[in-house]
Nanobody, 127 residues
Framework: QVQLVESGGGLVQPGGSLRLSCSTS????????IGWFRQAPGNEREGVSC????????YYADSVKGRFTISKDKSKNTVYLQMNSLKPEDTAVYYC????????????????????WGQGTQVTVSS
């Protein structure tokens, strides 16, 4: 059974930073594109940032460009989402998801394309 585990969420003041981690012990992330998605109450799930299996290509939603950075540490089988300059509108449950890909440059950030999901971690930005 594929299991993804997110960690690093919490409560932070506006302007603060958090680093989310996504890891698994059930398969190697080297063959998977990884995406970070978020869902706030009453909103649809949206793609925040995604990275190719090779780590060479990334995608960011316009709302987080310049503030969030996605990275993959193959040695730790972990993908990170560094979130800086956080805003109250970033408050949501953040999920990581995995999609096995054939081509190293293949990248999508559409949630429907990702079959494997973690349980989510809550991020709250509030003073």
């Amino acid at each position: 059974q594929v299991q993804l585990v997110e960690s690093g969420g919490g409560l932070v003041q506006p302007g603060g930073s958090l680093r989310l981690s996504c890891s698994t012990s059930t398969f190697t992330l080297n063959y998977h594109a990884i995406g970070w998605f978020r869902q706030a109450p009453g909103n649809e799930r949206e793609g925040v940032s995604c990275i190719t299996r090779g780590g060479g290509t990334t995608y960011y939603a316009d709302s987080v460009k310049g503030r969030f950075t996605i990275s993959k540490d193959k040695s730790k089988n972990t993908v990170y989402l560094q979130m800086n300059s956080l805003k109250p509108e970033d408050t949501a449950v953040y999920y990581c998801a995995a999609k096995r890909t054939i081509l190293s440059a293949e990248l999508t950030c559409a949630s429907a394309e990702y079959p494997y999901w973690g349980q989510g971690t809550q991020v709250t930005v509030s003073s």
